[in-house]
């Protein structure tokens, strides 16, 4: 091939007129697709220089270069996923997703200017939380309630500003890793406190609190071991008791972790439950089983609530308009029972055995031996009741197909490359889509996509 021939690639601006990147340009903007091209066309000239023997010029061939260029780079976008999973609150997959019902409410708040900041009785600067506190007064029992950011920053708020230079007891086996690095001896040291640890993995006594106690302790911090259980002989104290026996200078905090209130979720104490019991301090996450925005709460004794509001950390972790929004409006309908207040772990936990195998006969209706219905688990997840699954149905992918027979790793691969990417799990080395966190919605997609690749 010829430079002449090569000269007669279309200019840049030519190209990006073209009707298959238009989508593109509208997905990673003009500058990022621009830059694609720009790429492709000098790597395609080239390859044909360096060999211009090879394989004849082709301006289609050089199109899906550019178009598979684009596609790779819009998989790095968020969207959305599919979960066939099974686990209900993914922190892979966003923890929990929104209702639809709860986004749509608090457009108007959002894409206006609103009240955040400003008293509407006084025309004074107010606070951010607006009616969060006493939301949660009904919720969990909380006198008063902080938002801050994340989980994370709610522990490290309660030990920097009560905590500091002091020593907090904490039991051995509360001392947790949940997901990626994040430590509780770890975030203890960084804000400034003292570990003490007592009892031992499987057995902490409110007595072995109460030993530890010095008059330069400042907290026992009870820790929900939320990604993992201890089976057999173990022990944990009583909260009531615990609390009721620690000398007044001692603050009862708890990480509850995943927020429950209204759920239905055995086993899992609630964070009234702990604010009832006596605990001065309660925090969680809002996007676990409380099925909201991102966030960390904080509740319980208001003097406490407000000094960890005047700590200067408080403002780096200060959540957005966006957050307190979603938090006030699911409160509310968490309140008013509707449904669209339940948060995901609820409404699809409580689905019934039948709904969910009845979804899976209808993903696998008409495909034969190749997908067939089977009895699984689902699990709430997110450092959520860690030793619960609930029954379950999935579809289990036997590809006669040779190119997907070989490797189920490959047909996961294949499956999050489709338009909408389907995140799917290997049980037995085969695929499965759980219908636990499939919706009745998704199935058409699904079977269209399948039958693509099946047949
Ligand atoms: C999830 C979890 C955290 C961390 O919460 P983030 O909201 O992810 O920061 C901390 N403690 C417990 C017990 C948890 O389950």
Redesign the pocket.
């Known amino acids: 091939m010829t430079v002449s021939t090569l000269s007669s690639i279309p200019q840049i601006e030519k190209i990006l007129q073209q009707a298959f990147i238009s989508p593109y340009i509208e997905r990673l903007s003009r500058p990022v697709v621009t830059d694609i091209v720009r790429e492709q066309v000098q790597a395609y000239k080239k390859k044909h220089l360096r060999d211009p023997e090879g394989v004849p010029f082709s301006l289609e061939q050089l199109y899906h270069y550019i178009e598979q260029a684009c596609w790779l780079v819009n998989r790095q976008r968020l969207q959305r996923v599919i979960n066939g999973t099974g686990v209900i609150v993914h922190?892979n997959l966003g923890r929990s997703p929104i209702d639809a019902e709860l986004w749509q409410s608090v457009t108007e708040v959002n894409t206006h200017y609103n009240n955040l900041e400003i008293d509407l009785a006084t025309g004074k600067r107010g606070k951010r939380k607006g009616m969060l506190q006493q939301l949660m007064q009904y919720l969990v029992k909380g006198e008063d309630t902080l938002v801050v950011n994340?989980?994370?920053?709610s522990?490290y708020l309660m030990l920097h500003e009560l905590a500091k230079g002091k020593e907090v007891i904490v039991s051995r086996g509360e001392q947790?890793q949940?997901?990626g690095g994040?430590r509780i001896p770890d975030i203890l040291a960084l804000s400034g406190a003292k570990l003490v640890e007592v009892g031992t993995t499987n057995i902490t006594t409110t007595q072995d609190y109460l030993d530890a106690v010095t008059e330069n302790t400042a907290m026992v911090l009870l820790?929900?071991t939320?990604?993992f259980k201890i089976r057999g002989f173990t022990e944990s104290p009583d909260v009531k008791e615990l609390a009721q026996a620690l000398p007044e200078h001692v603050i009862l905090a708890v990480?509850?972790?995943?927020g429950t209130t209204t759920e239905s979720m055995p086993d899992e104490p609630t964070v009234a439950s702990y604010i009832q019991a006596g605990a001065d301090l309660v925090c969680f996450?809002?996007?676990?089983i409380l099925g909201g925005p991102?966030a960390?709460l904080v509740t319980g004794k208001q003097p406490l609530i407000k000094q960890l509001e005047k700590n200067p950390m408080m403002r780096a972790f200060r959540p957005s308009r966006i957050v307190y929004s979603l938090l006030e409006e699911l409160v509310v309908r968490k309140l008013n029972q509707l449904e669209s207040g339940q948060g995901v772990a609820e409404s699809k936990n409580t689905q019934p055995e039948a709904v969910l195998e009845q979804r899976a006969q209808q993903l696998a209706e008409g495909f034969g031996e190749q997908l067939q219905v089977v009895r699984s688990e689902m699990t709430v997840g997110?450092?959520?009741l860690p030793d619960q699954n609930d029954p379950s149905w999935s579809v289990e992918i036997s590809p006669e197909n040779g190119r997907y027979k070989r490797s189920a790793e490959k047909l996961l691969e294949v499956m999050r490359n489709w338009p909408l990417a389907v995140i799917g799990v290997i049980k037995h080395d085969k695929v499965q889509l759980n219908m636990a966190t499939i919706s009745d919605s998704e199935i058409p997609y699904l079977r269209g996509q399948l039958a693509e690749v099946l047949q």
């Open positions: 922190t994340n989980n994370a920053s522990i947790i949940i997901g994040f820790v929900h939320s990604n990480d509850q972790g995943s996450s809002g996007d676990k991102q960390g997110g450092g959520s």
